[in-house]
């Protein structure tokens, strides 16, 4: 159903260094920063399918949306969703739930939440048996 979403930033080397650290255990890689260009972008996605999230450098005036508001990403085992979670805390994000089952949301759901250095609430999930 959706082809993108994007995230206004105000540093992109932060924010690519925070998403290339967390995004990376989840298999999700993809880049084109160019330091010192107006207009930044970076977009991140699985290997050859072009980009589902793209953050896009707005130094003047971002804002996250508000409450209620965050992005999933699928995680490919549970292993993973710990590891984005403790890439996003070395990286500056900030815990918002630390990894571990969310029984209310079904009983494989295997999730982690954090909220990035510009205060966008981003979340990992595996939701199988295991």
Known sequence: ML????????DIERACAFYDAVLA???YV????????????VGYGVPGGGDKLALKHR???QRPPGAGF??????????AVDRFHEAALRQGG??????????????????AFVIDPDGHAIEA????PV
């Not at 082809?3 to 105000?10: E, M, N, T």
């Not at 999930?125 to 199988?128: K, Q, S």
Request: negative net charge; aromatic residues 12%; without cysteine.
């Open 30 to 41: 993809w880049q084109d920063l160019r330091p010192g260009e107006a207009g930044q972008a």
């Open 125 to 128: 999930v595996f939701n199988a």
């Open 25 to 27: 255990p989840l298999g």
């Open 70 to 79: 965050h992005l999933a990403f699928a995680a490919p085992d549970r292993m």
């Open 94 to 111: 900030r815990d918002n739930g630390a990894p571990g089952l969310r029984a209310h949301y079904g009983p494989h759901y295997y999730a």
């Open 3 to 10: 082809h993108h979403l994007s995230f206004g930033v105000a």
């Open 59 to 61: 130094p003047d005036g």
